[in-house]
């Protein structure tokens, strides 16, 4: 069984920055196409960035220019930094790591709040 862990979350000023986490567990993150999301409160889980096996990445465009998805490979690690955050970035945040059909992941949040 794969576990999906994230960390990093927290309470920032509007304007500042944080650095997510993900490792797996079970697995690596070079053989997944890695992916975070974000819910907001009573609103649908939107994507944010991923990242496919070959190290490519797509970014919502509410999040292009301000966020950067990375990987450590030695780490099992993929990293979302998060720049210029704003109080609509307010939500948690969800790790995914899909390994192909019937084998897809997900980790248990992590609360990003921003204060203006």
């Known amino acids: 069984q794969v576990r999906v862990l994230e960390s990093g979350g927290g309470l920032v000023q509007a304007g500042g920055s944080l650095s997510l986490s993900c490792a797996t567990l079970?697995?690596?993150?070079?053989?997944?196409?890695m992916g975070w999301y974000r819910q907001a409160p009573g609103k649908q889980r939107d994507l944010v960035a991923t990242?496919?096996?070959?190290?490519?990445?797509n970014y919502a465009d509410f999040v292009k220019g301000r966020f950067t998805l990375s990987r450590d490979i030695a780490e099992n690690t993929v990293y979302l930094q998060m720049n210029d955050l704003q109080p609509p970035d307010t939500a948690v945040y969800y790790c995914?790591?899909?390994?192909?059909?019937?084998?897809?992941?997900w980790g248990q949040g992590t609360q990003v709040t921003v204060s203006s």
């Open positions: 995914n790591a899909n390994y192909g059909e019937g084998y897809n992941f």
């Open positions: 079970g697995a690596v993150v070079r053989r997944a196409d």
């Open positions: 990242m496919a096996r070959d190290g490519s990445t």
